[in-house]
């Protein structure tokens, strides 16, 4: 299925591919909790963005190889590189316009990433 996503402002347009049915994560990290991001990992050949690449701002901490990537009219992160796939794309449900039929949430443990990154490393592979 193509979900079609954006910011708040629409400044930033995308679309991703992914079942109908999601499986999506919620960390308890610093980062993720306070912004509310619920992950959703693809392969970046499941992405496309739409939009101009102007309106992106990125913000990268600790190790760098996370990209955090925020509009920079309104402030919304949409989507980032995440440091536990850096071959992927990391969509935040909240921001795809396009609803799933359902959404299973998984609760992961990012405040302990070290221990927990290899549960969601299969999730920008290839199928």
């Not at 591919?17 to 959703?40: M, Q, T, W, Y």
């Not at 499941?46 to 901490?61: C, I, M, R, V, W």
Request: charged share 20%.
């Amino acid at each position: 299925m193509i979900y079609q996503g954006s910011c708040h402002c629409r400044a930033i347009i995308f679309e991703v591919e992914a079942p109908e049915n999601l499986e999506v994560d919620r960390c308890n990290c610093s980062i993720c909790s306070k912004s509310g991001f619920l992950h959703l990992i693809v392969p970046k050949s499941k992405f496309k963005l739409l939009s101009s690449e102007t309106a992106l701002t990125t913000y990268t901490f600790n190790t760098g190889v996370a990209k955090h990537t925020f509009c920079k009219i309104c402030g919304i992160k949409p989507f980032y590189i995440p440091r536990s796939n850096p071959d992927g794309i990391d969509v935040n449900v909240n921001c795809l316009d396009t609803k799933a039929s359902s959404m299973n949430i998984v609760e992961f443990d990012g405040k302990n990433w070290e221990q927990n990154a290899h549960n969601v490393k299969h999730k920008s592979a290839e199928i």
